[in-house]
């Protein structure tokens, strides 16, 4: 071996190099390894740990992507960069390239939520105001990529940068998911999981354009005007409430404070007079055929009842609503046999539709039946 063949041996041995990272973060996602000049020198070692990826830009291009573990740089494994430079001699001067450290761990629990409210239209309350937040993951996917379309010439990009763009990104695609879902307004905030899952669909394709694969994503609450909900509250319980039981629990609470009433003997006069009152009108709820008599305080002259206003019934024919009728009309329909004793009638105290034969004061129309005994004097 010649002179300058040990030389040439020896200078190749003090120029190897070691390309690596070591991430003392937690929020950097790319690392531009920096030498002088960006000068690599043949035989270079270059090692890549578990969670990195090695991206080599030459002259603005991507070159070369390497996955984990401890590389030699030369023309076997460079066949990429080879070809670019364009070397008829191989690695013999030293060469320059950028290398950029991508990390692929897992990101966790990144936030998201909507700066300002934003409108959807319901069918029951019109336009509304809502607003959301919750948390997402992401890995790094495709490092070329993201390293092209996303980080650029950026030295140091951490998790903050490319939040802020897939903060706006996820917010779009989020008002967009639920604006077409068309769900009751009252339903978003129930339906956090199934939203969740279609919103990841939604977004997934618009990440992966990026090299960026959306790991999880989450609604954690959807959240809407106080006005609002107060309105929907009423809505749902009048929607549930049987409002004649709700009227006459109404009318036994307050016979029950009217007998707790211990003002003396006016005020237990003036209880019971309330009693009374309340008694007759639970009576009327109850039985809304009975007629209303007033109440007559001691030493009040009587003076007899308004006419009793006569009921008005609905019927049924084939499937169609009819009436309202009398009773003394319902009961020539029902002896023409334009109506049978299975027909369905309805009056005002009924909480359904009945059959006629089902119904106390119409069971005459059956015939059968027998009157009472004549009261005794």
Not at 61 to 70: C, N
Not at 107 to 135: C, H, Q, Y
Not at 306 to 323: C, E, F, K, R, S
Not at 340 to 362: C, F, I, Q, Y
Request: with cysteine; hydrophobic share 40%.
């Amino acid at each position: 071996m010649g002179l300058f063949d040990e030389i040439k041996k020896k200078l190749s041995h003090e120029f190897i190099d070691i390309i690596e990272w070591l991430d003392t973060t937690d929020d950097t996602i790319v690392h531009r390894f920096e030498r002088y000049q960006n000068e690599i020198k043949n035989g270079a070692k270059l090692v890549v740990r578990e969670g990195q990826q090695a991206v080599f830009i030459n002259e603005g291009q991507l070159a070369d992507v390497f996955k984990p573990g401890t590389h030699t740089l030369n023309t076997k494994n460079l066949p990429i960069l080879a070809t670019l430079k364009g070397w008829k001699y191989g690695f013999d001067s030293p060469f320059k390239a950028e290398v950029y450290f991508v990390n692929t761990r897992l990101f966790t629990d990144e936030k998201w939520g909507t700066k300002n409210p934003f409108m959807l239209s319901d069918e029951r309350f019109g336009l509304v105001e809502i607003r959301a937040f919750g948390t997402y993951s992401f890995r790094i996917q495709d490092a070329g990529k993201f390293v092209v379309d996303v980080v650029g010439t950026d030295g140091n990009f951490t998790n903050y940068e490319v939040n802020e763009h897939l903060k706006s990104l996820i917010v779009t695609r989020f008002t967009d998911t639920v604006g077409e879902a068309n769900l009751p307004i009252e339903l978003y905030a129930a339906n956090t999981t199934e939203l969740s899952e279609t919103c990841q669909e939604v977004m997934q394709p618009e990440f992966g354009r990026v090299g960026i694969e959306l790991e999880r994503f989450y609604i954690e609450n959807v959240s809407m005007p106080e006005e609002l909900k107060k309105e929907i509250f009423e809505y749902s319980r009048l929607d549930k409430l049987d409002m004649t039981k709700l009227a006459q629990f109404k009318a036994a609470k307050a016979m029950e404070a009217a007998a707790k009433n211990e003002g003396g003997t006016a005020g237990a006069g003036m209880g019971m007079g309330m009693g009374f009152v309340l008694a007759q009108q639970m009576g009327g709820m109850m039985n809304p055929q009975a007629p209303q008599q007033p109440f007559v305080t001691p030493g009040q002259a009587a003076t007899p009842p308004p006419m009793p206003t006569q009921v008005q019934y609905h019927y049924a024919v084939n499937g169609q609503q009819l009436g309202p009728v009398s009773f003394d009309r319902l009961k020539e329909l029902f002896a023409n046999r334009t109506i049978n004793k299975e027909a369905l009638v309805w009056r005002p105290g009924m909480a359904s539709w009945t059959a006629l034969k089902d119904v106390d004061e119409l069971k005459v129309f059956l015939g059968g039946s027998t009157p009472p005994p004549l009261p005794t004097a």
